[in-house]
């Protein structure tokens, strides 16, 4: 899906800003891998154990450290990081499906809705009442804009998304398809046995620069708002609860539970598929493994795993009925050495 | 969110049926916690721990029981149960976004359809053949009413909800965004290698006053139902397999996955994350914690965990390789004992 | 929703291509089990353990293994594999909700979009510039399907499936509600604590024969395609990331989670609420059991587990403070083998 978009060498090195060593005509077509790319696509060296794939590489050029130009007889793009600009370099060749600008004729915006210029409304959409939407937003087909809520600029709605009332969304967020932004939050009282339902007062805060996985839930506050600080990146499937909020530049991987008012720190990351229980605060620079449960609060920055590695299964059923006696085996333990 | 809605205290007394000690006419115009709320709001104490918060709330009013008004010289609601009370004042203060009353002129609705009094169906709805739909009842924006679905009275489906045909619902049902209710469950014939599907001919079957989570998937049974009783509250990303009965009044928190025909009893809890494996029997009262595993059939009540807390990551890969030689140690430990 | 079709015993038997012995002319009006089975219903004898439920079902018939006729003195198919035999029944009785032939007046096709003959378009479905899509395929209502997608014949798509821009989807494919094909891959480059956006040029291939359950994701790949095979069966809420590749007639239960650049071999089991990180290979007939997590790559076919037993949670606690003690408990104990 690069639709035949080409640039040269010279071209790439001006846009990404980065010194070219080489042929400025070049022309370069695409994008692949160090082993995998072909004569007229550019590559990057970012894992130095890659370096031995240079030599052998068919791409036309590599984006490189200055310390390894040397290493390298093609053409050079030099960068002091090359796999941000290679990130760049992406998006040169991005052409993702775009909605065509203006307002759909099929879709549903209220008349008190404001629309900045330059939006693109897609087919079906629904637009409430007071809803704000700002410059060169793009809101993707059937997506549910509810009432009051306000949309930043340079925003990217893929199709089916879902704003409840209220939510608020800063500039430069994507949100990717089936996504649901603040249904309402968990929260009963226990009546004699029945769940009495507290209706969620708050919202949800976006800020600037998120992006949000297909799929992803995130609830709005019981009383207060959840709140997804700037540079925040989230992966299908997490559902954040009600009153979490999740600190700037956190990134959190697909699949992973967090319940209620849990505080992530800044430059965090949570690992596919891990969780954290309720009420408790995660610190700053925080790394998770995946499928790790945060059974409690965590002060300090650092590595944190739960759970244990695969086995066989004939061996793993030995050793969880051991660990099922792991108290007494202590137990047994701490008396042979009485007697030793 | 709360559009300026306000109440006398008298009245938020009368409308909670719960006595008042203090100023009849104190304005309140939104609900706060103990340590946050701003004067005008109206809190709660809950959890005793926060008594020592009653003296500083700015809050202008707060429901206690009655043994502790004395603690607190404001304005008081007396309560038995507080908490519950305060689920009460959340539903006067709630301003959900509303459907427009009646059908909406894009809403595809089949002829067959029973559309009972003060239904509103929002844009692009699509009703097939048969369905019933109860009083009161409103859909959102997109959801998809299969053939033959009933959808008792009060009901309230949010926007791009789905119901797969033939699935039926009882009355004061809440389902967010997303939800999926009755597609296939995961059945097949494996035969020389390849998987046969089962077609699944079962339906679902929900029951009065059930809220059902954003992304929430309840697959319909293969022959007979997949059965939702009364009173359960479902979270978010919550998939339910085929043939499970979820006994009434139980609550299944986010991101839960129960495979196929698994019997939960009445009034248990499934933390966040938690998950069931197939063809097994919960006992009422069972609550498990978050990211357990449920491996086989729970015969008692009471609390049930599985997994591991989390630890530095260091210590964790030290220990997880004890973990993997569990079993050796414990026989090294016996000879030991047989020694000593 | 049987829609009372019935058959008789000789039509069965013709269509499942299986002999029969017994009334040809005995009506069959439905399926049922062994146990619950009514008079008029068909069932069948898999699993050996219910052989004795023989001698008392109230079926019409039973769909029995040559070996065991003798066992049963009512109507008997018999097949060399009842359980495939009955999935063909299970054909025969189902009446799923059809999209009526045609492209509903109200669904978005872009005038460059290819469709073959036979084909079903719902309501309010967007079927973008380029598309091609193949006889008899069935699509519900309110399903996206973007730029340049192809989409092979005999496909049923139900409502709210979104197919992103370049997905290819081969024949016989199942796609439930809400499944997200082809969304962007979680890719960053690191910029001084910001994540910067690799643009996901790759795309999903999906063979022939796939299903592929509610609220499932898939996303497309960065450079390369993601690929799911022929035959694969991939249940609810499952997450696929970039660049994977599960391998032919694989099955992967719900809420499995699979990261980016993971290749899992040809029919392999992953449990449900499995996990496997990212970057790893998988064998051929490998089998991971429930909530388990493949930490690394898997080189050999077998059953794989991780994780614990589910047990009191009063014992789990004790023991899993033991668990964060296990290395240096095994120290310990090597220091006692010393001394003896």
Known sequence: MTDNKSYTLGEIAELLNIKLVGDQLCEIHGL??????????????SNPSYINQLSS???SAVIVEEKYVNLYSGNALVSENPYVSFAGATALFATPSKVELGVHNSAHVHDSAQLAENVSIGPNVVIEEGVCIGVNTTIGAA??????????????????VTLYHGVTIGRDVIIHSGAVIGADGFGFASDRGKSIKIHQLGSVEIGDDVEIGAGTTIDRGAIDNTVIEHGVKI??????????????????????AIAGSVTIGK????????????HITIADKVQVSAMSLVSGSIKE????????GHMRTGD??????????LD?????????????
């Open 32 to 45: 692949g891998t160090l082993k995998y790319a072909a004569p007229g696509q550019l590559t990057f060296l």
């Open 316 to 325: 793993w059923k030995r050793n969880i009925v051991r660990f099922a006696q």
């Open 328 to 340: 007494s085996i202590t137990k047994r333990l701490k008396e042979l050495e009485k007697k030793s």
């Open 57 to 59: 590489t068919k791409a």
């Open 143 to 160: 997506s549910f804009i509810g009432k009051g809520v306000i949309l930043g600029d340079n925003g990217c709605l893929y199709n089916n």
């Open 235 to 256: 992966d299908n499937q997490v559902q954040i609860g009600h009153n979490c909020v999740v600190g700037a530049h956190s990134v959190i991987c697909g699949c992973t």
């Open 267 to 278: 430059h965090c990351v949570m690992g596919g598929a891990s969780g954290a229980v309720g």
């Open 301 to 308: 920055a650092g590595l944190y795993s739960s759970g244990t």
